[in-house]
């Protein structure tokens, strides 16, 4: 799929037929600069992460680390959307130069205007009604298509996760409304100053340990560890570690949830 994508992108570019491609533009700097010291609080040596070598080389470094999951969901925050453009921007998640979708696995409308576009490659001077209506398809048509469908992609994906975070939200409150909270696994993928953010993998959901629901101790936060740490017991929160927890409040109109540790619960540090 990826080499029949580059294909049809080469060829179209090279003959200045107007299409639509896909773009994945490189990272703002000042994302990365900011990324780029969000991993530095955790003791790695990183260099300019503009190049995608140094990058390739960072995310071979804690692959498999406690951190792993909390560094690549901040890489991922740092990185811009892929959308659709006019211009052959190129794709920087896949590190291609030329590349559109012309595969069509989800029956995408961009799609169909690339398979039209190359119909007109391949015979520009055939008859027919595809062929007559791209002739009238200049480039400021083709702008207005990429920006509709860039729109309309991401319209799609916000309401699939809007409708996908409702129910995980129905789902907890029933168990709030049932008094028999479940026990679950989580990994802590970011400390504050407030509590620690959590993941839970079996849910697919990201919530809050607020710091006031820890009550076996007052808890410090060690900013350049990032982690918290008992005053008193000495027991340390940090990025990676892994702890259960169930549902202490959600509120559906944020869309949140917040989790508690049970009594006696420790933290466990991945290896």
């Not at 990272?27 to 300019?48: C, H, I, Q, T």
């Not at 062929?131 to 298509?145: G, Q, V």
């Amino acid at each position: 799929m990826l080499a029949a994508n580059e294909a049809v992108a080469r060829k179209l570019k090279r003959r200045a037929i107007p299409t639509v491609y896909r773009v994945h533009e490189n990272p703002d700097p000042e994302k990365l600069a900011e990324y780029r010291e969000f991993v530095f609080s955790f003791n790695y040596k990183v260099g300019d992460l503009t190049h995608r070598a140094e990058l390739q080389r960072l995310l071979a470094a804690f692959r498999g680390k406690p951190e792993e999951q909390a560094l690549k969901v901040a890489l991922l925050k740092s990185l811009k959307r892929a959308r659709y453009d006019p211009q052959p921007l190129g794709h920087y998640g896949l590190a291609k130069t030329n590349y559109l979708h012309f595969t069509s696995p989800i029956r995408r409308y961009a799609d169909l205007v690339v398979h039209r576009a190359l119909g007109r490659a391949r015979s520009p001077s055939a008859p027919g009604g595809a062929a007559r209506r791209l002739d009238h398809l200049d480039m400021a048509e083709i702008t207005s298509i990429a920006a509709h469908v860039s729109a309309t992609e991401r319209n799609a994906a916000d309401a699939e996760i809007d409708a996908t975070q409702m129910k995980k939200l129905e789902f907890f409150q029933r168990q709030l409304t049932q008094r028999n909270p479940q026990i679950f696994r989580a990994t802590i993928v970011d400390v504050r100053n407030y509590g620690l953010m959590v993941e839970l993998p079996d849910a697919l959901i990201t919530g809050l340990v607020h710091v006031s629901s820890l009550t076996d101790d007052f808890y410090l936060f060690e900013p350049a560890r990032r982690q918290l740490m008992g005053r008193r017991s000495r027991k340390r929160f940090s990025v990676g570690d892994e702890i259960s927890v169930f549902v202490a409040r959600v509120d559906a109109f944020k869309r949140q949830v917040d989790f508690a540790i049970p009594p006696n619960s420790r933290p466990r540090r991945r290896n």
